[in-house]
């Protein structure tokens, strides 16, 4: 492997500002599309640069570096953090009472802060490529809209997009590592929220009400021994958070169960999806209390584009990479992006072995060179686009 190590030392120069930018975006996490000292501070690196900003989606934000060409190519990172108690004891923790970057998002802005840079250097120097570049800072990543609000703008046909790249830290493969593959990488995710509608009375007198909490516990037995039992295909349905009850001698009219469900194709989702209906049909007839069961709230899988996958391979091999042997279970709104232009994500290795979502999340800011480097090559690939569009 010594032979794939990326020499990073044309990157070097970039290091004490992307780790500024990361540390002090660490220290500023907002929620969903509430990102307005974040987007703020990012506005104000890319205004020193040779861009153009635009607003996007209200507080997420565009940063075009026009090369002169009639296509472009476009770079994603997403801006949220996430309602989690940082216990970290580094210097630069959260500022935001019950608010972290757990999952990684202030080095995602940092590291294209970063490529910014390089592109901002190439326009000083006045390189020509086939492409422009147009970066997007996305919020609302966590809460599954703000790529699929972006793609409800206008803003890929603008700027005639022919493809889209993205990475996300990674802790549990090798710091500085990089990994993808074509075809499915990250689950699709679906946001599950069932509610039970039952009747109160004393608990003392059971008999004269309809348990809701009763029914939400019968619930998720079945559930849980239906997909055990039955789905053979790689998933995952699981709930953790339950609300219900008013006291605790009364029996519970309104019980929530929140959970979340993970799956790679449309017919797995479908039998999950129905047999969680069925049981809810079944608690309403034996128990007499309303089940609703809404999985409205979801988003698809990261597919990568094979046929851009196999455009950029070769390059692939300037960098130390190593191809992802099979799809993981977590999610990643970038599939939104890939619903309507050619994609492929990356994952970019801490080593740490921090779990993502974790109130200890941390990392090295020197695997941002990496990432830069990543980006960068991406982007002076030539792909032949003439085969590659927008889709409809």
């Known amino acids: 492997m010594e032979n794939n190590i990326t020499n990073l030392n044309e990157y070097s120069y970039l290091l004490d500002e992307v780790t500024r930018y990361r540390q002090d975006l660490h220290r500023i996490p907002e929620l969903g599309f509430w990102v307005y000292k974040t987007g703020a501070y990012v506005k104000g690196i890319l205004s020193k640069l040779n861009c153009k900003t635009e607003p996007l989606v209200n507080t997420g934000l565009s940063a075009f570096f026009d090369f002169g060409s009639d296509e472009s190519i476009a770079f994603r990172c997403d801006m949220d953090g996430l309602p989690i108690e940082e216990q970290t004891v580094a210097f630069y923790a959260s500022e935001h009472e019950g608010c972290m970057h757990a999952c990684g998002h202030d080095g995602h802005m940092a590291n294209m802060l970063g490529f910014a840079h390089v592109l901002d250097r190439y326009k000083k120097e006045g390189l020509r490529f086939p492409y422009n570049a147009l970066l997007i800072f996305q919020p609302a990543e966590e809460t599954i809209d703000g790529a699929e609000a972006i793609v409800n703008t206008s803003i890929f046909q603008d700027y005639n997009v022919k493809a889209i790249y993205g990475l996300h830290l990674w802790p549990m493969i090798e710091k500085g590592e990089i990994t993808s593959k074509p075809g499915p990488m990250m ?3 679906t946001n599950v929220k069932v509610i039970f ?114 455009k950029i391979k070769y390059a692939l091999k300037k960098l130390d990479y190593v191809e992802l042997r099979r799809p993981v279970m977590i999610a990643e709104d970038f599939s939104c992006f890939e619903q309507v232009l050619p994609g492929v994500f990356f994952f970019l290795g801490t080593g740490t072995g921090i779990p993502l979502h974790n109130d200890h999340f941390d990392f090295d800011e020197d695997v941002l060179l990496s990432g830069i480097k990543l980006f960068d090559t991406l982007f002076k690939t030539q792909l032949a686009t003439g085969t590659i569009d927008i889709r409809s």
């Open 187 to 189: 689950a699709r995710s």
């Open 197 to 310: 509608e039952g009747k109160s009375a004393h608990a003392g007198e059971p008999e004269k009400g309809r348990d809701a909490l009763m029914a939400a516990c019968e619930f998720v037995t079945s559930i849980y021994h239906y997909k055990d039992k039955f789905i053979r295909e790689r998933s995952i349905l699981q709930f953790g958070k339950m609300e219900s009850g008013n006291v605790r001698n009364a029996i519970s009219p309104h019980t929530r169960l929140d959970g979340t469900m993970r799956t790679f194709n449309d017919l797995t989702w479908a039998k999950i999806v129905n047999a969680m209906r069925n049981i809810g049909a079944d608690i309403e007839s034996t128990l007499g209390v309303k089940v609703d069961v809404d999985v409205s709230q979801w988003h698809p899988a990261v597919v990568n584009d094979p046929v851009l996958y196999s």
